[in-house]
């Protein structure tokens, strides 16, 4: 090696690399090592994760369906599992400014034999039976680059340098990446997740589907007053404080120990440049309704994800060289129910399946074609596709999207002979000379928060002297199109105050500033920006919330 020239990168080798510790990679991991037992083979499978440990980055409402797991762990009731809160009753509300009424609950957001879950207390339960099994798992490890051999073919991943300066040059701290080698890598990264996208783009994996569409999920817990707590009771509203035009909801999960699971979905193809979907989550919680349940409680955590809506239609090619698309990442969430981790384990579990099949008979090509024709028939890809139209109807508004969900689900029972189709997120915007802005009340400190004390409560750290992991493919841009055009909409979408408008002094010019150390990794930059001028790409690995009980 000469001086000046990089150190080697350490190489690591297995038959099953995978990135993400969720349901799907999990899931994925455990039932590939399952099939090697039973079959008698010794498939190497690694897991790696970005969080500094397994959950750390999960988020979900979450209310968990637990057909997937039947499947994967038919004894899990035996096996200690965090599942152990029976959703007891469904509420479904329409929310006007100061007055509820109680609405018949759709036939897809009923919850019996369901349960209140922590997503992230549940990965770690997947995590510990996994390793049992012989799974490598690797938290604090971010896959920064996609490798490929000679022939265009995925041979696996390499996790980012540490120890990179602010400057771009090398620190004390330095330590190079390592390479993780595989004859297939799993993509279970979540949504809009950083490698997935440069996917689409190098295999053209979106060619042949619409465009995804995305909401954005805001959550906190709160711990309530007992007299107000009641154990199982899964409530949904729509209307307040959302428009007629723009989609959103939310949901209160009564959980363990006075716990309440509360948060609020915004569609991000809403069009109003002025709408911040942190401060409707803030109005929401001071509706007289919502603000009694509240009163005399204590917020204790706090967290935002982006998650994929746009159903079977936005489902993109999902294997290609080397390679296959699982979870979230390719976009199993089935809006209709407000959920997404049981689709998210059975792909990882179908995925598993035609892999092991591949890599067992030694089949010489590199694409495992055979996993798209399990998914579409099974019981996953008939779920979605009965649901296919419910979301994309919420473009003519709250109530054509109600009614249409009504005669869809109810009359017709998801068998439309048509589907409707989706539109990208960041096409949607209106320039802000034709919008009416938007004055949201201060926080009071009791119900409603400023967002970087919310960011406080979800444990957010980065190393300081790293590069800005939030990427400006034209600086210019964020000037002459984002703040001339649309009065820089991300500094209202961002639900952590990473992005704000800055002036030195009273006749400089603005400037865009980038708080990276804020961000929570919920992807809304990237969905959302009009220009789709932001790529944001994994930080050191370890960095970003550190999320307990999510």
């Known amino acids: 090696m000469s001086a000046g020239e990089p150190a080697s990168r350490e190489v690591m080798s297995y038959d099953v690399v995978i990135v993400g510790a969720g349901p799907a990679g999990l899931s994925c991991a455990i039932r590939l090592k399952q099939l090697s037992h039973t079959k008698g ?38 096996m200690d599992a965090p599942i152990k809160v029976s959703v007891t009753k469904d509420r479904f509300l329409l929310l006007s400014e100061t007055r509820v009424w109680q609405l018949p609950v759709p036939p897809t957001m009923k919850n019996h034999g369901n349960f209140i879950i922590s997503l992230g207390y549940f990965a770690k339960w997947l995590a510990a039976q996994a390793e049992s099994l012989g799974v490598e798992i690797y938290p604090g490890f971010a896959a920064a680059e996609i490798l490929y051999n000679d022939r265009g073919q995925v041979v696996g991943v390499a996790t980012g340098d540490n120890g990179i300066g602010k400057d771009g040059k090398p620190s004390g701290r330095f330590a190079r990446g390592v ?37 954005l999920g805001i959550k906190e817990i709160w711990e309530v007053d007992p007299a107000r707590h009641r154990e199982g009771l899964v409530q949904h509203t729509i209307g307040y404080p959302m428009d007629r035009k723009t989609y959103g909801g939310s949901w209160l999960y009564h959980w363990e120990k006075n ?15 002025y709408l911040s979907p942190f401060e409707e989550f803030q109005r929401f919680k001071q509706h007289p309704y919502i603000r009694r349940m509240l009163l005399g409680g204590k917020r204790i955590s706090y967290g935002a994800r982006a998650l994929s809506e746009g159903g079977v239609q936005s489902i993109p090619r999902l294997s290609f060289p080397g390679g296959l698309l699982i979870g979230d990442a390719a976009g199993f969430l089935n809006v209709a129910k407000i959920k997404g981790n049981h689709t998210a384990m059975k792909s990882g579990m179908i995925a598993a399946e035609a892999l092991f099949d591949h890599l067992v008979i030694n089949d010489s090509a590199p694409e495992v074609k055979n996993y798209r024709y399990r998914l579409e028939k099974s019981w996953l890809w008939g779920e979605l596709y009965k649901v296919r139209n419910i979301r994309p109807a919420f473009r003519d508004g709250l109530v054509a999207g109600m009614l249409y969900g009504a005669i869809d689900s109810v009359l017709m029972r998801g068998h439309a002979p048509w589907t409707f189709h989706n539109h990208a997120d960041h ?9 009416k802005k938007i004055v949201y009340p201060k926080p009071d400190g009791v119900i409603s928060f400023d967002r970087l004390s919310s960011v406080f409560l979800s444990n957010t750290n980065h190393e300081e002297d790293q590069p800005t992991h939030l990427k400006l493919r034209n600086p210019a841009v964020a000037m002459e199109s984002n703040l001339a055009l649309y ?25 865009l500033v980038i708080n990276a150390q804020n961000c929570v990794h919920c992807k809304t930059c990237d969905i959302k920006d009009p220009k789709q001028n932001i790529d944001w790409c994994v930080p050191e690995g370890g960095g970003g919330p550190n999320y307990q009980g999510m």
């Open 41 to 78: 083979w010794n498939l190497s499978v690694c897991v790696i994760e970005k969080g500094s440990e397994v959950g750390a980055h999960l988020m979900s409402g979450a209310v968990f369906e637990p057909r997937a797991l039947d499947e994967l762990f038919p004894n899990w009731r035996e």
């Open 179 to 215: 390479e993780l080698r595989a004859q297939q890598t799993v993509f279970a990264e979540g949504c809009r997740g950083s490698l997935t996208k440069m996917l689409f783009d190098r295999f053209r994996l979106r060619e042949a589907c619409d465009p995804q569409t995305y909401g």
């Open 259 to 273: 716990l309440v699971s509360i948060g609020f979905v915004v569609g991000l193809d809403y069009e109003n440049p």
């Open 427 to 435: 096409t949607q915007l209106r320039l802000a000379r034709s919008c």
């Open 487 to 511: 009065d820089s909409p991300e500094t209202r979408y961002c639900p952590a105050g990473v992005y704000e408008i800055a002036y030195e002094g009273p006749n400089d010019d603005p400037r």
